[in-house]
Each structure stands twice: as C-alpha cells, then as structure tokens.
C-alpha cells in the first residue's frame, strides 16, 4: 500500500462547478498535512495547509480526519485556471520525510 | 528574498555517467529535501538533509547521494547513471523543528535527461 493515495482522476469539470479530491495515508504517526498545486512543467506550490479543526480559504476547503488518516480538498465555482495538479502532501513530526502523493489532475472547461 | 534555487535548469547526460545538481534553499531555512519526479507522477521523496547530515532517506539507491554545507544549500549526486534517472530533480527548503504545518518551498526544478 502507498504511503500516501490520492483519487487517480482525471477530474474534468465545467467552470462553476464544485469538486472534490480526498487523499489517505498510511502513517498514523503523521502530523503535518498540505495540499500542493503543480502547473504543468512547474514546481509544486503550496496551496494550503490542513489543520485538525479544518481550514478554508475563499472558494478552497481542506479537511482532515485523523481518525480514519483521510485528507480532502474541495473547491468551488471551479474556474478555468484552477486547472491543475492537485497533490496531497503529508509529513512526520518536524517536517522529516514528506510524502507526496501520485496527485490528481483537474481540468475546468469553459 | 530569494527563493530556492537549482541549478542547472535543464541537463544531459550519457547513461553510466554521473551528475551532481545543486540547490539554495529560502533565505532563513535550514533543511533541504530532493525529490525525483517522473512524468505524469508525483514527487517521490529521495532523502532530506539538516545540519549537514541526511536525516531520513526514500527508496533510492546508493546511486543517489547528496551532501549539505555550512551554508544550507546542497547538492544532489547520482553516479552511473540509467536511463530511468531521466526525471524532473526538485529541491525543497523547510525551517526544522516546527510542528504542525511546516511548509517547503520548491526550487523550479532541474531536468535531467539521458540518453
């Protein structure tokens, strides 16, 4: 099993709509959670952080459930340039050894 | 402030050859993580350095080493290289000791290809 499982997608979705990428992982013992953007060619970038009590900024929410070690990132009113890959990122206390996982692929139409 | 930075940005080489990529982390970090990415997958975790020591280490082989200065940046060696080396390299700088919610920033990445 892999330490980190994302939804294999691809995800296509016309603009506007609301959609939904959940991750788990393996590691109980893991602490640090984040979802990462990564544009085609490019390297990763921090989209957000996930917190116990769950976060959201603006059309973005992350969820995080420890009990059964899933992620999950929603993101509404979908537009054009959210097209991307989304990638589900976990770490171990400190920041030692981050995980990434395999990403989902989101595609937004007009 | 600066960013990461990788140097080369893109790089060929002959299989069986060896290559060393270097990187600069955040102004301000202390930790530098490589990672290897394949096309179409996600980064995968090679090894992390702090305090000029590898400090946690994927599933690559002895092929890959790496080493840390004083000055926190680093550089990333892969001797006899394969073909399946072939990949986009990416450095990622941290602040250590944080608990949750320690982010890394990515370096733009060096693609190494060989033939």
């Known amino acids: 099993r892999k330490e980190v499982e994302q939804d294999p997608g691809p995800f296509n979705v016309p603009e506007g709509a609301t959609v939904a990428f959940n991750c788990t992982y393996s590691?109980?013992?893991?602490?640090?959670f984040f979802w990462y953007r990564q544009d085609c060619r490019k390297e990763p970038k921090l989209l957000m952080s996930?917190?116990?009590s769950g976060n959201e900024d603006g059309r973005f929410t992350a969820q995080l459930n420890r009990a059964s070690q899933y992620i999950s990132l929603l993101i509404r009113d979908s537009k054009l340039s959210d097209s991307a890959t989304y990638l589900c990122?976990?770490?171990?206390?400190?920041?030692?050894?981050?995980?990434f996982g395999a990403g989902t692929r989101l595609f937004v139409k007009a | 402030d600066a960013g990461v930075t990788q140097s080369p940005t893109h790089l060929i080489k002959t299989r069986g050859q060896q290559v060393t990529l270097r990187c600069s982390p955040k102004?301000?970090?202390?930790?530098v993580s490589w990672y290897q990415q394949a096309l179409g997958q996600g980064p995968q975790f090679i090894f992390q350095?702090?305090?000029?020591?590898?400090?946690q280490r994927g599933n690559f082989p002895d092929r890959f080493s790496g080493h840390q200065f004083p000055n926190y940046s680093s550089e990333l060696n892969v001797n006899a290289l394969l073909l399946g080396d072939s990949a986009l390299y990416l450095c990622a700088s941290s602040l250590a000791g944080r608990g949750e919610g320690t982010e890394a920033f990515f370096g733009q990445g060096t693609r190494l290809t060989v033939v």
């Open positions: 102004s301000g970090h202390d930790t």
């Open positions: 996930v917190y116990s």
């Open positions: 590691n109980s013992a893991s602490q640090s």
């Open positions: 990122v976990v770490s171990n206390t400190g920041g030692f050894k981050t995980i």
């Open positions: 350095y702090y305090e000029e020591e590898e400090r």
